[in-house]
């Protein structure tokens, strides 16, 4: 389902059961259906409120990523890969003019992360050497969290500075679906560290 909170924190967005997209009311406790069908997956909230991004997969079509503007209820722009690659889980800046998300090629095993400027539509794609999962910038614009999963890594939290474009380890001992505090000083994440389900942590960025 992978619930998210609005950045007011009055809704939920999530994929139902049978996929499509829902909102939450968390004053009505209403559900309510946005997008219907099983090609709306893996929704997320610009810091702005303004737009939604979700990662669209049309059954025997490759993935791709869409923005939903909340206002105008309606797509407004789609973000498609080369050929036959593939387009994942996905986060916007905090202004709004990048988007950053997982990129799968046609004959790759791993998934990349790969950042897109939205005025130029130049993209970067990061040649990491482990697969990305669950791309999150931060409030601030400086960092973008994600999972890493790969041979000698297992599974943990890296991040990218947008600034410099250095990537650095953030968990050791397991991490998965990275959430930014408000204040970008750390974040909290999902892990299995200690045996048993999944705990929730959290963790200060380094001074």
Do not use: C
Request: charged share 25%; glycine share 10%.
């Amino acid at each position: 389902m992978s619930p998210k909170f609005s950045p007011d924190g009055k809704r939920l967005i999530f994929t139902g059961p049978e996929s499509g997209l829902w909102f939450y009311d968390l004053q009505s406790g209403k559900p309510e259906l946005l997008i219907a069908g099983p090609r709306a997956v893996v929704a997320n909230w610009s810091y702005s409120g303004k737009f939604l991004t979700y990662t669209a997969a049309p059954e025997g079509h490759t993935s791709y990523v869409v923005i939903y503007d909340l206002a105008r209820e309606k797509n407004v722009r789609e973000i498609r890969a080369d050929g036959k690659a593939r387009i994942g889980e996905s986060s916007l800046s905090p202004d709004d003019k990048f988007i950053a998300y997982t990129y799968q090629g046609v004959n790759e095993h791993k998934k990349s992360l790969a950042i897109q400027s939205l005025v130029t539509d130049e993209r970067k794609i990061l040649d990491l050497p482990y697969s990305v999962h669950t791309p999150e910038y931060s409030p601030n614009g400086k960092y973008i969290a994600y999972r890493a999963v790969g041979k000698g890594v297992g599974s943990e939290i890296f991040l990218f500075n947008t600034v410099t474009g250095e990537t650095k380890q953030l968990t050791r001992g397991d991490g998965a679906l990275p959430a930014w505090r408000r204040d970008s000083s750390g974040i909290v994440f999902t892990s299995d560290r200690d045996g048993g389900d999944p705990q929730i942590y959290s963790i200060e960025l380094p001074k």
